[in-house]
C-alpha cells in the first residue's frame, strides 16, 4: 500500500499533481475536527494551511504520521513540542510567499499614502473629490524597517529604489551586513522618532506581540504612515486607532490582525486606513510555491531523505549539494557500527574528511542510523538526538583532513572499553554510489546497501564454503562476498551481501559452525532503514557462540 497523504486544506493542483504520484492522497476539511482526527489514523503526512490545527490530540491521533507540512510560513496552528516527541517531522515552506509579503507591503505603503482606496470608493460613489485625497511623495522620506528577515530585506531593496532613506531596527542583525544592505541601524525609540513611514517585518513571537503598543505610538514622528503585512498583534490596534483619531499618525496599512478572520475593528472607522483580509501570501505564484514547497518536502520526509526546511530538526537549514550525498552513506555507517558492536556505544565521533566545517546534519544522520534497530519506535531526524541523550550516548563531530575525497569515519568507544570503527566514500560522480571502505580497522570495498553479514573469525580454508552451504540450505542467496584480513592465518572479517533477511537464529548457527569470534547482520535497504532498520534486535554484545567447532 502506498502511503497515506491527508491534505487538509486547499492546495494548489500542481502540488496535489506531485503528491499523488507517489501516495495515497486523500483530502478532508480540516476544520472539521472529527473528520480530521479520523483521517489522521492511517495518515503518514498531513498538509495543512492556516485554517486547521494539529495539537497534541491530532498527533496522537496519527499513530503512524510522520511529517506535519505547513502550505505556508507561520506555524501558530501546529504544536511543535508535541510532534517532536513523538518524532514527527514540522516543515513549512519558508521561502514561498517571502516576494509576495514584501510586494504587498510595499503596496499598501503607496496606498496609504495617496489615499489609493478612499480615493477609489469615492469615485465608485459619484464623488469627485481631488482636494480631498492629496497625498505625500515617498521619494525623499525616511523609511524604518522593523524586522530585518528575508521579507524585510525584500521590502527594503524596493523601497530603496524610490530614492528613500532606509534605517532599520533589527538587533540580531550586525552593522556591517545592514550597511551592505544600504540600511542604517537604529534603536526602535530612533526608528520611531525619525521615519515618515514603518513597515513592520517580524514573526509573532511572545518577545514580538504587543511590540508596538500606546507607548512607542506616542514616540512617533507627526504625520507617520505604519504598515503591518507582517503578523497580527505586533502592533496593538486599539492603541493604533487611538494614534489615528488623534491625528498622530496620518495613515495606516494593516493586512493582518490580532484575530482572524477580522470583520470588525477599530481601524477600520478611519478613512486612511487601507486594511486588507490577510493577502501577503495571496497571489497564485505563493500559493503555487507554497503547495509545491510542502509536497516536495512530504516526498523527502517519506522517502526518508533530509528536509532542509524542518523546523524541529536540530541541524535544519540548506545543505551543500557536496555534502547532501553523504546523508545517506553517514546514516548507513552509523546502523552498521552498532550491528557489527552488537550494543549501543558508550560515545561516537563522527569525522569528516573533505569539508572545512563538517555540517552537523552529518552527526545527526549517523545519530539516527545508530539507533534504528535499538528501539521499537520509529527514528527520524527528529527524535535520534533525544533517544542518543536519553541513553547517555554523547555524539560529537570532527573535522578530518580537507584534501581527498570526502570521507565519513564514525569512531566510537563501546560500554566494555572496545574501540570500533567504520568509514565510507561516496564515488561515481552524479551516479553516487556509496561505498564502506572499513569496518573495524578492515579495509573494505563494500556497496553501502542490501543486507550485510559480517563474520570475525581466524582465517582457514572451508569457512566461506561452510556459511555458504548452511545458507544456501536456509534458501538464502548469496550475491557477494568479501574477506579481508590483517595477515594470513590471522583474524579475518568475511562479509556477505544477501539476497533474503537472515533471523538471529540462522546467523548464530553460521557463526558457530566457522567458529566465529563474533557475527552480525545490517540491513541497509533503503526503506528498512527509513523504517526503523533490520529484523535483528540489537544484542547487550555481539553474537559470540560459546563452543567455537576447530
Known sequence: MRPVVVVAEELAPAALTQLRQDFDVRQ???????????????????????????????????????????????????????????????VNAPTSNI??????????????????ASASAALKAGEWRRARYTGVEVSGKTVGVVGLGRIGVLFAQRMAAFGTRLIAYDPYVQPAR???????????EELLGEADFISVHLPRTPETVGLIGARELALVKPGVRIINAA???????????????????????VDVYAKEPCTSSALFAHDTVVATPHLGASTVEAQDKAGLDAARSVRLALHG????????????????????PLLPL??????????????????????????????????????????ASVTAERVTYVNAPMLAEARGVGISLAAGPEDGAHEVTVRGVLPDGRTLSVSGTVTGGA????????????????????????????????????????????????AGMQVARRAAGGEALMTLMVDSAVGVELLTAA???????????ADLRDDAVTAGGGPWPVADRPIRPERPEA
Do not use: C, W
Open 99 to 116: 516576494i509576495s509579503a514584501a510586494e504587498q507591503a510595499v503596496a499598501l505603503l503607496l496606498a496609504v499614502a495617496r489615499h489609493t
Open 178 to 188: 545592514a550597511a551592505q544592505l544600504g540600511v542604517h541601524l537604529v534603536s526602535l
Open 231 to 253: 503578523r497580527g498583534g505586533l502592533i496593538d490596534e486599539q492603541a493604533l486607532a487611538d494614534a489615528l483619531a488623534e491625528g498622530r499618525v496620518a495613515g495606516a496599512g
Open 330 to 371: 553517514a546514516e548507513k555507517l552509523g546502523t552498521v557500527f552498532t550491528a557489527v558492536a552488537g550494543m549501543v556505544a558508550a560515545s561516537v565521533t563522527v569525522e569528516v574528511r573533505g569539508p572545512a566545517r563538517p555540517p552537523e546534519v552529518l552527526r545527526l544522520a549517523v545519530t539516527k542510523g545508530l539507533f
Open 305 to 324: 531523505e533530509f528536509v532542509p526546511d524542518a523546523v524541529n530538526v536540530q541541524a535544519g537549514g540548506v545543505v551543500d549539494e557536496e555534502v547532501r
Open 28 to 90: 478532508v476539511d480540516g476544520t472539521d475536527r472529527a473528520a480530521l482526527l479520523a483521517a489522521l489514523a492511517e495518515a503518514e503526512a498531513v498538509v495543512i494551511r492556516s485554517a486547521t490545527r494539529i495539537d497534541a490530540e491530532a498527533i496522537a491521533a496519527g499513530p503512524a504520521l510522520r511529517v506535519v507540512a505547513r502550505a505556508g510560513v507561520g506555524l501558530d496552528n501546529v504544536d511543535i513540542p508535541a510532534a517532536t516527541t513523538h518524532g514527527v517531522l514540522v
Open 431 to 478: 551516479r553516487e554510489i556509496r561505498k564502506i571502505t572499513e569496518v573495524d580497522g578492515y579495509g573494505t570495498e563494500l556497496t553501502a546497501d542490501g543486507i550485510l553479514l559480517f563474520f570475525t573469525y581466524v582465517d582457514r580454508p572451508g569457512v566461506v564454503g561452510t556459511v555458504g552451504s548452511i545458507l544456501g540450505r536456509a534458501g538464502v542467496n548469496i
Open 511 to 521: 557463526a558457530e559452525a566457522i567458529g566465529a569470534a563474533a557475527a552480525s547482520a
